[in-house]
């Protein structure tokens, strides 16, 4: 590794611990990266969730320090993802990547109409304190949160978006208030995956610790950009992001360059 790979890799991890705090697909510019740099797909899979475990857990203190934060709530999601998320890994063993491409980029799309079509309501500083969902949908929240971990152990990059669809859906809380509960929630089921990643051997520690050291400022960054400009600017971030993502998944740009 040149000093000059360490640093565009920890300028990577900035810019993709912003966008994963915000909303997601910070990995489809880690990976990618890692994959060019030269470690084999498994290993940058691995290595990638060192940034990730770094950045969720300073986005979810820098939340917490902020007043957004719900432990009850976080667990009630992100068990399920857990568990979840380990069938997920068990799925993904053997499908292709190119599959997964698809796969995502559809994903990516219905996420897309589902920020569009969900209004943004102001909230009040009353309003504000209210974290939760109500009582009875925390079984169709718990389910909704086994299969979102499923996917994120199957493909793991988009799935920022999922979640913050899927809480738009069950509650009415501020994005700002559902990406604090996304940061915790993959947190959590992060830690189990990294385990499993580290107990095979794939990790490049050297790369993964300063993309961590990445991750883990833009996360800082993105949670206090977050709270500070609230929903107004966080959502064309999200609708801009996902559609550059879905377009280029599909193979948008590369038609566009045989075109030109």
Known sequence: MTTTNIILIFITGIIAGFLNTLGGGGSLLTLPMFIFLGLPAAVANGTNRIALTVQNAIAVLNFKRKGYFNLKLSLLLGIPAVIGSIVGAQLAINIPDEVFNKILAVVMLIVLVLIVRKPVKNKTEEEASDMDIASSRYVPAAITFFFIGIYGGFVQAGVGFIIIAALSVLSDMSLVKINSIKVFVVLFYMLSAL????????????????????????GWLGSSFAVAKGDKWIRPILITVVSIMSLKLLGFFSFLQHLI
Do not use: S
Not at 197 to 206: A, R, S
């Open 195 to 218: 385990f499993v990643f580290i107990w095979n051997g794939k990790i490049d520690w050297v790369l993964g610790l300063t993309l961590a050291c990445g991750n883990g400022l833009g």
